[in-house]
């Protein structure tokens, strides 16, 4: 069945209509503590007050003086605890370790509590990273060398700053520690994600001194996923550079899954150009997939423009099968199972539908695979095994 027919057959079950059911999205993933806890926000100028705590911007160009922040700890030490005040000393430390992290850091580790003290932490090696990348990074080598968490609390400000000093770090400790060599990299290289600098990113990979093209290549795909978040026309050029092969399948891959999550519509434009074949096919199960979700009936629509071929058999098998139309309309998947091209997943997607029907109305579902003319004899004998192997059908419990 064409993709043309298959719309004069559907504008009877009202299909842009029904298929509205459809809705949701999933959350954008959480941030680290230093791009969202208090100790990471834009904070005020140095108060006048006495009884106000003298705060920076944790980028701010001109940090506060050693009186400063003496007298904005003595305050501190006459307040009560709260949580208000935990607040204020991770602002404390931000600042201090600007002008004095050594001390900074001798403070938090004797004044935050366990659950407190990984974020006075991650303040203290950013804002030290922040003003002195070199004196942080060997403080570090040398006093705390499988801190990880604070290695990467380096390497990832290091990386928003001097993403070519990031990159020698990481190398110098992948060569030291081999096994480390991917966290390294994916710290620095999040710190030159952060910017937006994408292009120096593929030059801090291409120079990555990494244990095995394995590893290697899970640099490609971070990098491919993360640029097509912010810039996927920018990453989709890239990526169809590589050479030919597995490498640039993943790649395409990642960049496929973030393109359709910020922009399906785009994505389902993109992957209908490349060339036929299995890329293609899974960057159109990608985004069709995802713009179903956001708007079924235009999705829909899109697909129902093309004629039936393979490489849309994902996508329309994931309609086809999708829990809301399976449940609410066995005859609109029916007839988007039917324009699968490839009999297998045809056969499978019909076997769904069917059983899922049987579950809903057995009667129903006993009398399509019986008489139904789309239906074959050899179909037939192998639907009706399938739901005998589900057992006596469910009770009805419709008045």
């Known amino acids: 069945m064409s993709m043309s027919s298959l719309l004069a057959r559907l504008t009877g079950f009202g299909v842009l209509a029904f298929i509205s059911f459809y809705a949701g999205r999933v959350t954008a993933p959480a941030r680290?503590?230093?791009?969202?806890?208090?100790?990471?926000?834009?904070?005020?100028?140095?108060?006048?007050?006495?009884?106000?705590?003298?705060?920076?911007?944790?980028?701010?160009?001109?940090?506060?003086?050693?009186?400063?922040?003496?007298?904005?700890?003595?305050?501190?030490?006459?307040?009560?605890?709260?949580?208000?005040?935990?607040?204020?000393?991770?602002?404390?430390?931000?600042?201090?370790?600007?002008?004095?992290?050594?001390?900074?850091?001798?403070?938090?580790?004797?004044?935050?509590?366990?659950?407190?003290?990984?974020?006075?932490?991650?303040?203290?090696?950013?804002?030290w990273a922040k003003k002195d990348p070199q004196g942080a990074w060997n403080w570090v080598l040398a006093n705390e060398p499988g801190a990880h968490s604070d290695l990467r609390s380096v390497l990832a400000e290091?990386?928003?700053?001097?993403?070519?000093?990031?990159?020698?770090?990481?190398?110098?400790?992948?060569?030291?520690?081999?096994?480390?060599?991917?966290?390294?990299?994916?710290?620095?290289?999040?710190?030159?994600?952060?910017?937006?600098?994408?292009?120096?990113?593929?030059?801090?990979?291409?120079?990555?001194?990494?244990?095995?093209?394995?590893?290697?290549?899970?640099?490609?795909?971070?990098?491919?996923?993360?640029?097509?978040?912010?810039?996927?026309?920018?990453?989709?050029?890239?990526?169809?550079?590589?050479?030919?092969?597995?490498?640039?399948?993943?790649?395409?891959?990642?960049?496929?899954?973030?393109?359709?999550?910020?922009d399906p519509i785009k994505a389902a434009d993109f992957a209908v150009n490349l060339p036929p074949g299995p890329d293609r096919q899974t960057?159109?199960?990608?985004?069709?997939?995802?713009?179903?979700?956001d708007d079924p009936a235009q999705a829909s629509k899109w697909v129902l423009q093309f004629d039936a071929h393979e490489d849309f058999d994902q996508a329309v098998a994931s309609i086809a099968t999708s829990y809301n139309v399976m449940?609410?309309?066995?005859?609109?998947?029916?007839?988007?199972?039917?324009?699968?091209?490839?009999?297998?997943?045809?056969?499978?997607s019909v076997t769904s539908i069917v059983s899922t029907w049987y579950v809903n109305d057995a009667p129903a579902a006993l009398n399509y695979i019986k008489n139904s003319p789309d239906v074959s004899a050899e179909s037939r004998k192998a639907l009706l095994k399938v739901v005998a192997s589900m057992g006596p059908p469910p009770v009805s419990t419709n008045p």
């Open 283 to 293: 960057a159109l199960r990608q985004a069709i997939s995802k713009w179903t979700l």
């Open 158 to 262: 290091t990386g928003r700053n001097n993403p070519g000093l990031a990159g020698q770090f990481a190398a110098e400790f992948a060569t030291a520690h081999p096994e480390a060599s991917a966290e390294v990299y994916f710290a620095a290289l999040d710190g030159v994600f952060h910017t937006g600098n994408f292009e120096t990113a593929k030059t801090l990979i291409a120079q990555a001194k990494m244990p095995n093209e394995e590893q290697k290549n899970s640099l490609i795909n971070l990098l491919a996923g993360q640029w097509a978040r912010y810039q996927p026309e920018n990453a989709a050029a890239w990526v169809l550079q590589l050479p030919a092969g597995p490498v640039r399948d993943q790649a395409l891959d990642a960049v496929g899954q973030a393109w359709s999550d910020i």
């Open 327 to 348: 449940n609410r309309n066995t005859n609109l998947a029916l007839n988007w199972a039917a324009t699968i091209q490839n009999p297998a997943l045809r056969t499978q």
């Open 32 to 127: 680290e503590f230093a791009q969202a806890s208090p100790a990471a926000k834009a904070l005020k100028a140095p108060a006048e007050k006495a009884n106000e705590s003298p705060t920076v911007a944790l980028d701010a160009k001109v940090p506060l003086s050693d009186s400063e922040i003496k007298a904005w700890k003595q305050r501190l030490d006459g307040v009560a605890a709260s949580a208000a005040r935990d607040e204020d000393r991770l602002r404390m430390v931000a600042a201090w370790a600007q002008v004095d992290p050594l001390s900074a850091l001798a403070y938090a580790r004797s004044s935050f509590s366990h659950d407190a003290l990984s974020q006075a932490m991650t303040a203290v090696f950013t804002n």
